[in-house]
C-alpha cells in the first residue's frame, strides 16, 4: 500500500476501535457530582466542589430513578479514601495521595427513597464520611422545612396527604412543632394491615420500612384517622416529602419508635419537648506517659544495632475532667516512648501506621543525621510500615517527632518523644529517673470546657494555645502519674518540649538544679547550682539534683501563667525532715 494511502486507513481503523471501546465501557450520563476530602474540626468529611453541591459537607446527592449518575472524588491531601454506593455495589478506586482523583459511574435504581455512601477505609465512615443519595421523581434534593404562621417549622411525623393527630414539638429539631400519631400502636396497626393487604403495591415489610417508604410514595400510604383537636391546617402540608430534609424524616422515625405504644393517644396543643436524659459521656483513653517509664542505663558496651518500633495510634484521650481530645500519638501515649542507645550504635526504626489512623505519619529523629532525620523515608500510610537504618554519630538528649504536612499540627496533638544516645561508657549513676515533655493543645473549645475538643488550626497558626501540659494532660504528674522519690537520693530528669511553638523556663520549686547539662550536650561540662533553665521548642535538658528535705516539690514553667492551663506536675518527696535545712510551719493553701 502507498505511503499516503495508510495513514487515513489508519485513522479509520483507529476510529473504529475508539468507537467500539465506548460503546463498551461508557454510558451517557445524566449527572455528575465531584466530591473532596477534607478535615474539619478533627472530623473527616466529603466537601461538595460541582456547582449544585459547592461548599457543602457531606452533601446530599439526588437523582431520579434510573438516572445514570458519576461521581469523582478527588483526595484533598488527608490519608487514603474511596466513595462507596453499598446499594449499588459501586465504588471509587482508593485514592492515596493529595490531588489524586477516581470516579465511579452507576445507574440509580428504578425506587424512591435514600442511598448511603461513605468511605470504606478504616473507621473514615464514623469518623464523619458518609451522606446520602435521594431518589425522588423530580430528582431534586428535599427542600428545607417550611415554616407555620407563627414562625416555627412545620414538622410532621409519619403522616401524608389528609392525616392529622395531636400537636407536640419534637425532640431533636429545635423550635419543631408539628402533628404526631395519636399513638404509635395505631401506626403500626395501619401499616401491617395495609402491607398485608391486596391493594399494596410497596415492598415494606414492617411498619418503620413502610414510614419511610410513605415520605417518597404518599400513594403507598393510609393515613390514620384524624382525631378531634387537631393542629391547626397550616401545620398540614399536603406531603412529608415537601417539607423535611432527609436527617428531619431520620429523626422523627426514630423517634416515633422509640415511643411507648398509647404514648400520644390524648389531644394536646402542648409545645413541651418531650427529652430522654442525655448521658454525656466524656471518658476517654489514659494517653498519660508514666515519667518513670525509661530503659535501664546502658552503660558501657560495644555499639550493636538497636531496633525501634513506632506505631502511629490516634486516640481519643482524656485531657481533663469531663474533656477528651483526639491525640495522635506515638505508641497511644504522649509523649512516645523513650529510647535510650549508645554512641556508635546502629538504630533501625520501623514505623507503623495504624489501619484505623486518618492520616499518614513519621518520625524525624534530631539525633540522625540524614534528610529528614529519617523523615522521607517514614512517610507511612495507614495500615503500611517503612524501616530505615542511621548510626548515632553524637551523644546527647534528642527530641523525635512526626514530621508530616502540616508538622505543627501533628506534633501538637502529640506526636513527640525523646531520644539518649548515651556517650560512651555511659552517664554517672544516680538513684531515680524520670521523663517529662512539655506540649501545647490547641483546642476550639476554651480552656476547661467539658466535652470532646476538636483541634483549632487558627488558634494553632496564630500560636494561642488553650492548654499547656506536662505528658500530654492537664496535671497528668499531679495527681495520675507524680514523680515519687526518697530524701537522701539523687534524682535525674530528662526534660524536653514537644511545643510546637512555646519555650519552657524549666523549674522546679524548692529545689536548685545541682547540675544542668545545657540543650543537652553531654560532653560539655554541666552548669551547675542552676534555678531555672530555658529549653526551646524540639530542645532538651538533662538536670540533675540530691533531695534534703521531704514534701511536694512541683514542676512547672516559670512563664508561670501556664499553670492556669494545666501545667503542674509533682515530685514527691518522703523521708524525715531535716530543720538544719528547712524548719517551720506549712501554711494552708500553698500547694506543696
Known amino acids: 500500500m502507498k505511503a499516503y494511502l495508510k495513514f487515513p486507513v489508519i ?5 473504529i476501535i475508539l468507537a467500539a471501546c465506548a460503546g463498551a465501557n461508557f454510558q ?4 455528575e457530582y465531584v466530591l473532596t ?7 473527616l468529611i466529603y ?9 457543602q459537607e457531606n452533601p446530599t446527592l439526588s437523582a431520579k430513578p434510573g438516572e445514570t449518575i458519576t ?5 484533598g491531601g488527608q490519608g487514603q479514601h474511596t466513595v462507596t454506593f453499598p446499594e449499588v455495589q459501586a465504588s471509587t478506586e482508593v485514592v492515596s495521595e493529595k490531588g489524586e482523583e477516581s470516579s465511579v459511574t452507576f445507574t440509580v435504581p428504578n425506587i424512591h427513597g435514600e442511598m448511603e455512601y461513605f468511605d470504606s477505609v478504616g473507621n473514615h465512615a464514623d469518623l464523619g464520611m458518609r451522606g446520602k443519595l435521594v431518589v425522588t421523581e423530580t430528582g431534586a434534593p428535599m427542600p428545607v422545612t417550611t415554616t407555620t404562621s407563627n414562625g416555627d417549622p412545620a414538622v410532621i411525623a409519619a403522616f401524608q396527604k389528609g392525616a392529622c393527630g395531636s400537636c407536640h414539638a419534637i425532640p431533636g429539631i429545635p423550635n419543631a412543632v408539628g402533628v404526631v400519631a395519636p399513638s404509635l400502636a395505631e401506626i ?8 398485608n393487604s391486596d391493594s399494596y403495591a410497596g415492598k415494606a415489610t414492617s411498619a418503620e420500612e413502610y414510614i419511610h417508604e410513605s415520605i417518597f410514595e404518599p400513594n403507598l400510604f393510609i393515613a390514620p384517622a384524624c382525631p378531634t383537636g387537631a393542629c391547626a391546617p397550616d401545620v398540614m402540608p399536603a406531603a412529608l416529602k415537601d417539607t423535611l430534609t432527609t436527617d428531619e424524616i431520620n429523626a422523627i422515625v426514630s423517634y416515633l419508635h422509640g415511643l411507648p405504644d398509647g404514648a400520644y393517644t390524648e389531644t394536646t396543643t402542648t409545645t413541651d419537648a418531650v427529652t430522654a436524659p442525655i448521658q454525656d459521656d466524656n471518658s476517654g483513653a489514659d494517653i498519660i506517659r508514666d515519667p518513670t517509664d525509661i530503659p535501664a542505663p546502658i552503660g558501657a558496651r560495644d555499639p550493636m544495632i538497636v531496633r525501634l518500633d513506632l506505631e502511629a495510634m490516634e486516640v481519643i484521650g482524656q485531657l481533663a475532667d469531663g474533656t477528651t481530645y483526639t491525640y495522635w500519638t506515638f505508641n497511644g501515649q504522649v509523649p512516645g516512648p523513650f529510647f535510650r542507645v549508645r554512641v556508635g550504635d546502629t538504630i533501625e526504626v520501623h514505623m507503623k501506621n495504624s489501619g484505623s489512623s486518618v492520616m499518614n505519619h513519621s518520625v524525624d529523629f534530631h539525633a540522625v543525621t540524614g534528610p529528614g532525620g529519617g523523615a522521607v523515608m517514614t512517610q507511612t500510610k495507614p495500615g503500611e510500615e517503612t524501616v530505615f537504618t542511621a548510626k548515632a554519630l553524637n551523644p546527647g538528649l534528642y527530641v523525635y517527632h512526626c514530621a508530616t504536612p502540616m508538622v505543627a499540627d501533628h506534633i501538637s496533638n502529640g506526636m513527640y518523644g525523646l531520644i539518649l544516645v548515651e556517650p560512651e561508657g555511659g552517664l554517672p549513676e544516680v538513684d531515680r529517673e524520670f521523663y517529662v515533655m512539655q506540649g501545647e493543645l490547641y483546642t476550639a473549645g476554651a480552656f476547661g470546657e467539658h466535652g470532646h475538643q476538636a483541634s483549632d488550626t487558627t488558634k494553632l497558626l496564630n500560636e494561642d494555645p488553650e492548654y499547656f501540659v506536662f505528658n500530654g494532660a492537664v496535671n497528668a504528674l499531679v495527681n495520675q502519674k507524680p514523680l515519687k522519690a526518697n530524701v537522701g537520693e539523687s534524682v535525674r530528669i530528662f526534660f524536653g518540649v514537644g511545643g510546637p511553638n512555646f519555650t519552657s523556663s524549666f523549674h522546679v520549686i524548692g529545689e536548685i538544679f545541682d547540675r544542668v547539662y545545657d540543650q543537652a550536650s553531654l560532653t560539655a561540662a554541666p552548669l551547675t547550682d542552676v534555678q531555672t533553665t530555658l529549653v526551646p521548642p524540639g530542645g532538651a535538658t538533662m538536670v540533675e539534683f540530691d533531695l534534703e528535705v521531704p514534701g511536694n516539690f512541683i514542676l512547672v514553667d516559670h512563664a508561670l501563667s501556664r499553670l492556669q492551663r494545666g ?6 518527696v518522703e523521708g524525715d525532715p531535716n530543720p538544719d535545712i528547712i524548719n517551720g510551719t506549712p501554711s494552708s493553701g500553698s500547694g506543696h
Do not use: F, Q, W
Open 11 to 15: 485513522l479509520i481503523l483507529l476510529g
Open 28 to 31: 451517557n450520563v445524566d449527572k
Open 37 to 43: 476530602t477534607d478535615l474539619r474540626n478533627g472530623n
Open 47 to 55: 466537601l461538595g466542589v460541582s456547582d449544585e453541591i459547592n461548599g
Open 71 to 75: 461521581v469523582i472524588l478527588i483526595n
Open 188 to 195: 403500626n396497626t395501619v401499616a401491617e394491615e395495609h402491607i
Open 567 to 572: 501545667l503542674a506536675g509533682y515530685l514527691v
